[in-house]
């Protein structure tokens, strides 16, 4: 994937809110970066640049930072700037961002191609959610995304449930899996942690990784832990932070284990607990393509995740490569947690990681953005 030599090298431009810790601005940092070692001019252009991905950013990756709080005040500055250099494609990520995006791009009327990507299925998110705010979103999802000029989902089941919202053909919808930078994972995994359960010969630890939000249902894990942990000894380390963290702690002790969990905080380099851990728990409600159980797989860690709405069984291909169980089911994830324990061989999920190379994903990304472009 190199620029074709003697042309003009095209722009591409990133659109997100800032680069705070979370999934879409982890996947958006890969793609920016990957796109510029093509040979792209790649512009991250940030309603705030901030976050704890900023500092990844590759250096011949421009940054663009608007200085505004909400995504809503970056809209005139959006089109200023579509106007100004004149991208040949925007891409946004997070719904709020996707809207201004669309909307920035035809007040803009410069043949920018505005391409939006979904990251979560929609359904499953919003209805949940009873602020009017949400509800509005929701109605401006369905006004504006139709106005893209392509739309990219991260799994099947988010193409699927978008699909059905916006009444638009699934075959609409380009469905393409979250890169993985495997060597970089690779190599920071083996960082060392400076945490006493991480001494040589302690008691395998299970791990989950996430926002503490509702719909990681981390106190499902918290139970299932407490079921394992009364049948032989063993650790619980939730990496992450959020509002349901005090309900997590209090959990853990009117459970008896709090002695034996672990939560701490926001890890900037999850990779070496990843790396470490003896079971990896994805115990979501709902996923889009779940970073954390892809990371997972590159480090070729034993998985059980939820078989919930969204893309974590389409990525262990139905059981394949991990363990699947109910949503919300303690005993059944205890099960599939005891299994692993007690297996003497696992599924060499590598193999299956190979598939989302961050070059791969890149590449299919540049398909779209760059449509008969020699770029790709």
């Given at each position: 994937?190199?620029?074709?030599?003697?042309?003009a090298?095209p722009?591409?431009?990133?659109?997100?809110?800032?680069?705070?810790?979370?999934?879409?601005?982890?996947?958006?940092?890969?793609?920016?970066?990957?796109?510029?070692?093509?040979?792209?001019?790649?512009?991250?252009?940030?309603?705030?640049?901030?976050?704890?991905?900023?500092?990844?950013?590759?250096?011949?990756?421009?940054?663009?930072?608007?200085?505004?709080?909400?995504?809503?005040?970056?809209?005139?500055?959006?089109?200023r700037?579509?106007?100004?250099?004149?991208?040949?494609?925007?891409?946004?990520?997070?719904?709020?961002?996707?809207?201004?995006?669309?909307?920035?791009?035809?007040?803009?009327?410069?043949?920018?191609?505005?391409?939006?990507?979904?990251?979560?299925?929609?359904?499953?998110?919003?209805?949940?959610?009873?602020?009017?705010?949400s509800?509005?979103l929701?109605?401006?999802?369905?006004?504006a995304?139709?106005?893209?000029?392509?739309?990219?989902?991260?799994?099947?089941?988010?193409?699927?449930?978008?699909?059905?919202?916006?009444?638009?053909?699934?075959?609409?919808?380009?469905?393409?899996?979250?890169p993985?930078?495997?060597?970089?994972?690779?190599d920071?995994?083996?960082?060392?942690?400076?945490?006493?359960?991480?001494a040589?010969?302690?008691?395998?630890?299970?791990?989950?990784?996430?926002?503490?939000v509702?719909?990681?249902?981390?106190?499902?894990?918290?139970?299932?832990?407490?079921?394992?942990?009364?049948?032989?000894?063993?650790?619980?380390?939730?990496?992450?932070?959020?509002?349901?963290?005090?309900?997590?702690?209090?959990?853990?002790?009117?459970?008896?284990?709090?002695?034996?969990?672990?939560?701490?905080?926001?890890?900037?380099?999850?990779?070496?607990?990843?790396?470490?851990?003896?079971?990896?728990?994805?115990?979501?409600?709902?996923?889009?393509?779940?970073?954390?159980?892809?990371?997972?797989m590159?480090?070729?860690t034993?998985?059980?995740?939820?078989?919930?709405?969204?893309?974590?069984?389409?990525?262990?291909?139905?059981?394949?490569?991990?363990?699947?169980?109910?949503?919300?089911?303690?005993?059944?994830?205890?099960?599939?947690?005891?299994?692993?324990?007690?297996?003497?061989?696992?599924?060499?999920?590598?193999?299956?990681?190979?598939?989302?190379?961050?070059?791969?994903?890149?590449?299919?990304?540049?398909?779209?953005?760059?449509?008969?472009?020699?770029?790709t």
């Amino acid at each position: 994937m190199t620029a074709a030599s003697g042309s003009a090298v095209p722009t591409v431009a990133l659109f997100l809110p800032s680069l705070d810790g979370g999934g879409a601005e982890r996947v958006f940092v890969e793609l920016a970066n990957e796109f510029a070692a093509s040979g792209l001019r790649v512009d991250f252009v940030l309603a705030s640049a901030r976050g704890p991905y900023l500092g990844e950013v590759s250096s011949r990756v421009r940054i663009v930072d608007f200085k505004v709080a909400r995504v809503l005040s970056a809209l005139p500055k959006l089109v200023r700037y579509l106007r100004s250099e004149r991208p040949v494609a925007i891409l946004s990520a997070l719904d709020h961002a996707n809207v201004i995006a669309v909307i920035a791009s035809r007040m803009a009327r410069t043949g920018t191609r505005c391409i939006i990507s979904m990251r979560a299925v929609p359904t499953e998110i919003y209805p949940k959610d009873g602020s009017g705010g949400s509800r509005v979103l929701l109605r401006m999802m369905k006004i504006a995304y139709r106005f893209a000029d392509a739309i990219i989902a991260n799994s099947g089941a988010v193409a699927l449930d978008l699909s059905k919202l916006l009444g638009i053909p699934i075959d609409a919808i380009h469905v393409l899996h979250n890169p993985l930078n495997l060597q970089r994972i690779a190599d920071q995994s083996r960082e060392p942690v400076d945490h006493p359960w991480q001494a040589e010969g302690g008691p395998p630890i299970i791990l989950g990784v996430g926002s503490f939000v509702p719909r990681k249902d981390f106190a499902t894990l918290v139970r299932a832990f407490a079921i394992v942990r009364a049948r032989r000894e063993c650790r619980l380390v939730i990496l992450g932070d959020g509002p349901e963290r005090d309900k997590l702690a209090s959990l853990a002790r009117q459970s008896g284990v709090a002695d034996d969990l672990c939560l701490p905080g926001f890890v900037p380099n999850p990779y070496p607990w990843i790396r470490r851990a003896s079971v990896f728990v994805s115990s979501s409600t709902t996923e889009g393509c779940p970073n954390a159980l892809m990371q997972a797989m590159a480090l070729g860690t034993p998985i059980v995740a939820t078989n919930c709405v969204g893309g974590s069984a389409e990525l262990l291909e139905n059981g394949r490569w991990g363990r699947l169980v109910p949503v919300g089911a303690p005993g059944a994830m205890a099960e599939a947690i005891g299994a692993i324990l007690d297996a003497p061989h696992h599924p060499n999920v590598r193999e299956r990681a190979a598939d989302f190379s961050h070059e791969r994903i890149a590449r299919k990304f540049l398909e779209v953005l760059l449509p008969g472009d020699e770029t790709t």
